[in-house]
């Protein structure tokens, strides 16, 4: 994963908690290769499902406060996303 790749991170959800895990889990991952190894894009995808499937656990189970936050992280990786597609 080239650095501008985190630059664009940076740029699009640096200033964010969320965005600072994004970007932590990023360059901790970059350069990995072998057949299971993940781009960012990948991973960012597979944030995405896992924060979505939270979610709706968390509505499912009225707890409306944990969801919102499970959506407001949503937001976050899909800005991430698309600041690296």
Partial sequence: MAKDVIQELKAAVGDTAYGKHIIADAEAHQGETGPYAQDIVDRLHEMIGLLTAYER????????AK?????DKIAIAKKALKAVE
Avoid: L, M, R, V
């Fill in 57 to 64: 656990i968390h509505k499912a189970a009225g707890e409306d």
């Fill in 67 to 71: 969801a919102t936050a499970e959506a």
